[in-house]
């Protein structure tokens, strides 16, 4: 208890922490955002910490050695490649500098570490890549990718992020023997999709070996994708092509679930420690509520709320404006906020205005969730976006995908129909089933 109340009130020494709290030190130090990349990273430092099964402290430098030599036979047996090996020694000797910043481990120790050979490998100073920076002038490129570019910015359709990418397929075809022109000449299609369905087989492979995510493919198959359709374009060839549905994979994207405890302790720390109770509390359950986007919140004015409908109206660009119902409990806490709104000398009619007065700021909302998840959790874990994510899950258990699409603002069915994979029996038991507010209002 008194290590955490330290903790809340100045920088705890990172030698009177736990082993597992010198990880969770160091991720936030990093401050990745993404949820999966940090999950990622945090388990590459505890597969080390669990191979040895010792304290920092006690660690030594013949057992970091250890470690990295059968981290290289694992990669050599499931014939990984050596980029992604390098990546995760790299991240271990970051992090053990880490530590020694910290007074953790001394100086002698990194310099002796820096004798293995893998740890020699990242020091290596990496060949250019042409992939990146600009495109190569126009003479430079095969005729056909000359009269593939003139197609895309005919069509206004990115160009140099579809001629990077078919490059690489044209160096895919040049290991095979083909001349990627070859296909500029009629009763190509069969070799055409041959080569693709082989190209296909390359990136699935690589997706195995973890050098590239499901995503990625995607990306450059949609590339060959426009190919393709140029091809078309001048009766080249009689079909487009579609890619796989496994090769189909989704960018990250985010989908936190919110569970109802969670929900009910962000709001009592808002309620305890926040300099704007009010104010915040009304944005915090607006966006609870409804399920509505932060840049919404920042775009309500006096107009959009109707305390006699008891609505809001929405607005932004993603979608038109609607207007949705809202909770009594929730209309009182903004009705409260009102009554004290010119208190902040509001130069806008913006409903929710920052301490000058003018609109808050979608950044500023966004700052609320983190503080108050930082003092509840110790670390930023639901965002502003997760408990939109949360209202949209729940709705869909209840009302049509129609009508949910229209309540949240989605022009596109195929963001609602994102969310329905979450299970009725999970739902159920996180469903906030109660108003956060009765045991708070009296």
């Not at 909302?365 to 408990?387: H, L, P, Q």
């Not at 309540?407 to 906030?432: C, E, F, M, P």
């Amino acid at each position: 208890m008194e290590l955490i109340k330290k903790t809340e009130n100045e920088e705890v020494p990172l030698a009177d922490l736990t082993d597992y709290n010198y990880i969770s030190e160091f991720l936030s130090h990093l401050n990745i955002q993404n949820v999966g990349n940090r999950k990622y990273q945090k388990n590459i430092i505890v597969d080390f910490y669990l191979y040895h099964g010792k304290g920092w402290k006690d660690l030594t430098v013949h057992e970091c050695h250890g470690y990295f030599d059968y981290l290289k036979r694992v990669h050599e047996f499931k014939k990984i490649s050596e980029q992604v090996l390098i990546k995760k020694v790299k991240l271990i000797t970051q992090y053990l500098n880490y530590l020694h910043d910290n007074k953790a481990k001394p100086l002698g120790f990194l310099n002796s570490l820096e004798q293995h050979a893998v740890i020699q490998q990242t020091h290596k100073k990496k060949t250019p890549n042409i992939r990146k920076g600009r495109l190569r002038k126009e003479k430079e490129y095969s005729r056909i990718i000359n009269d593939f570019r003139q197609f895309l910015e005919s069509k206004n359709y990115r160009v140099v992020e579809n001629i990077k990418r078919v490059v690489v397929f044209e160096r895919f075809l040049e290991e095979k023997g083909i001349n990627i022109n070859t296909f500029l000449k009629d009763n190509q299609e069969t070799l055409l999709i041959n080569c693709i369905q082989d190209y296909e087989k390359v990136l699935s492979e690589r997706i195995v070996k973890e050098e590239i995510k499901a995503s990625t493919a995607r990306v450059y198959l949609q590339s060959i994708q426009q190919f393709v359709k140029f091809l078309f374009s001048r009766n080249l060839v009689k079909q487009k092509y579609r890619i796989p549905c496994h090769l189909r994979g989704r960018s990250n994207r985010a989908n936190e679930y919110v569970p109802k405890d969670s929900i009910i302790k962000l709001m009592n720390t808002i309620y305890d420690h926040s300099h704007h109770v009010i104010r915040d509390l009304a944005i915090f359950l607006i966006i609870v509520d409804t399920g509505c986007r932060p840049i919404e919140v920042e775009n309500l004015t006096i107009d959009d709320f109707d305390k006699v409908e008891r609505t809001l109206s929405f607005k932004c660009k993603k979608s038109e404006k609607r207007k949705i119902k809202i909770s009594p409990e929730v209309i009182q806490v903004i009705n409260d906020y009102m009554e004290i709104r010119e208190q902040y000398h509001p130069q806008t009619k913006a409903l929710i205005v920052n301490c000058s007065g003018q609109p808050i700021s979608t950044s500023s909302i966004n700052m609320i969730f983190y503080d108050a998840n930082v003092r509840t959790f110790g670390e930023s874990r639901y965002s502003a976006k997760a408990f939109r994510h949360t209202y949209i899950t729940n709705a869909l258990q209840e009302y049509s995908f129609e009508r949910v699409a229209k309540i949240v603002g989605h022009n596109d069915w195929k963001s609602t129909n994102y969310y329905y994979y979450r299970s009725n029996q999970r739902l159920l038991a996180n469903t906030l089933d109660y108003s956060p507010l009765k045991n708070r209002r009296k």
